[in-house]
């Protein structure tokens, strides 16, 4: 679940291309979410296919829960690495024409997240 705001992000466009998929499978190897495992083939799911939105209800949900049964620091860790790892996505594609790194879409969605 704590890797579905960088499916979100990759999303964001319209497409997931293979920079943005490379870099959500190396946060997933990070978190020892390995191949043939559910997890790992859950987020290959959002990978093929856009999360609906109760998936993403069902992450806010699931964040409220556990949230608050983290230490200051703890919460620090999570939000600094997924907003590392979210930013990392969103820029992997390079933007449009290499222009800009950053999409208004996946700005939108990493703002959301934040």
Do not use: N
């Not at 043939?36 to 859950?42: E, V």
């Not at 990392?88 to 969605?109: I, N, Y």
């Amino acid at each position: 679940m704590v890797l579905l705001p960088l499916a979100r992000v990759a999303w964001a466009d319209g497409a997931i291309d293979a920079k943005e998929r490379a870099m959500i499978l190396k946060a997933a190897e990070e978190r020892g979410v390995a191949p043939g495992t559910p997890s790992r083939d859950l987020l290959e799911a959002w990978l093929e296919r856009e999360p609906g939105p109760s998936i993403c209800a069902a992450w806010s949900k699931y964040i409220e829960g556990f949230w608050p049964q983290l230490t200051p620091h703890e919460q620090g860790e999570l939000r600094d690495r997924l907003l590392r790892f979210a930013h990392g996505v969103a820029e992997a594609a390079g933007g449009f024409l290499g222009l800009a790194k950053v999409s208004a879409a996946e700005k939108a969605v990493l703002d959301e997240i934040e």
